[in-house]
């Protein structure tokens, strides 16, 4: 999710912007001596059994993190915080949410990267107001068997399925007619050209990120993605980046590009392809001072970041 975090900065989109709330708790004492002044809660793991016991008493407590505490189920507690907006379990051993979890009717927000779900759990359609669902590094997810859930999330417009062994996206992922935001990088094996396929239909789709995916050039049926405003090309090393300059240009709309990490030297000579921008981020590559200079000058009206 860092990843994507400078990139909806920059298009003014918002991007965990619950998060911008209060002070982050992360002490058991915390919990057990200001319990009402609690809105954000990153738990070491081993304070789970005080923060069951003292549940009750968190009731402004708007943001959670259980991350990293070998879970294989949540903590029936976490159920009894109706204030409850942001849920990050990442980096557990999860592979359900029971349905009483409904009750978390405020949820917004959905992290369990780095899991073992298979499907997806048919209480994520009871959240009324869920909208951002990051499922990157659940290698086992089949996507297929979890477009019902997907699609029933009435208000989900931004997506994590980064790094989750996706090779072909299903066609119902049309059925996603509100999103905006889709992190699919990390997928080496995905077909390039079917996915653009799909995606094509989607006419709210505003910021893609392809981080290490082994591209070697952009398909020409990207530019069928009309409403694309921002996109993520970091670590795609044998990228042609006469191509990403062709797609540019013919977009119109593309004004966020990201191209770090990329172990590139120069670009090519006409970048007038690019004048459009108004960010280019081209930082961790290899560019020289004199190669810095050049692509500032040419680009005089974008905000170039090494």
């Known amino acids: 999710m860092k990843l994507f975090s400078c990139l909806f900065l920059l298009l003014s989109i918002g991007y965990f912007g619950n998060a911008q709330i209060s002070i ?3 002490s058991k004492d915390s919990i057990l001596f200001v319990p009402q002044k609690i809105e954000w809660l990153d738990l070491n793991c081993e304070d789970l059994e005080v923060f069951s ?5 968190l009731s402004n407590l708007k943001i959670l993190y259980l991350d ?20 990050n379990v990442s980096g557990n051993q999860l592979s359900k949410i029971p349905s009483e979890f409904k009750s978390l ?9 780095g899991n073992a779900f298979k499907k997806l759990p048919k209480v994520l359609m009871n959240f009324p107001l869920l909208r951002e669902l990051d499922l990157g ?4 997810l089949q996507l297929k068997k979890s477009m019902q859930v997907l699609s029933g999330i009435k ?7 980064d790094g989750t062994g996706i090779r072909k996206l299903p066609k119902k992922f049309t059925e996603l007619k509100i999103l905006q935001e889709l992190s699919i990088g990390n997928n080496r094996e995905m077909d390039m050209i079917q996915m653009f396929d799909v995606l094509s239909d989607m006419k709210s789709l505003q910021v893609l990120s392809l981080e290490n995916s082994a591209i070697t050039e952009l398909p020409s049926n990207l530019s069928t993605i009309s409403s694309l405003a921002g996109l993520v090309l970091d670590q795609n090393e044998e990228i042609d980046m006469e191509s990403v300059i062709d797609y540019v240009q013919k977009s119109g709309n593309i004004k966020v590009l990201l191209l770090r990490s990329n172990n590139l030297t120069t670009l090519p000579d006409n970048l007038s392809g690019l004048s459009g921008l108004a960010v280019l981020e081209l930082g961790e590559n290899q560019f020289s001072d004199a190669e810095q200079q050049r692509i500032t000058e040419a680009l005089k009206d974008t905000k170039v970041n090494f």
């Open 24 to 26: 982050k708790y992360q």
């Open 53 to 57: 016991r003292e549940t009750e008493k």
């Open 68 to 87: 990293n505490c070998r879970l294989s189920d949540l903590p029936e507690s976490v159920r009894f915080i109706p204030s409850l907006k942001i849920l």
């Open 105 to 113: 009717q405020n949820i917004d927000v959905i992290n369990v990267r």
């Open 137 to 140: 590094e659940n290698d086992a």
């Open 155 to 161: 208000l989900l417009d931004k997506l994590y399925l």
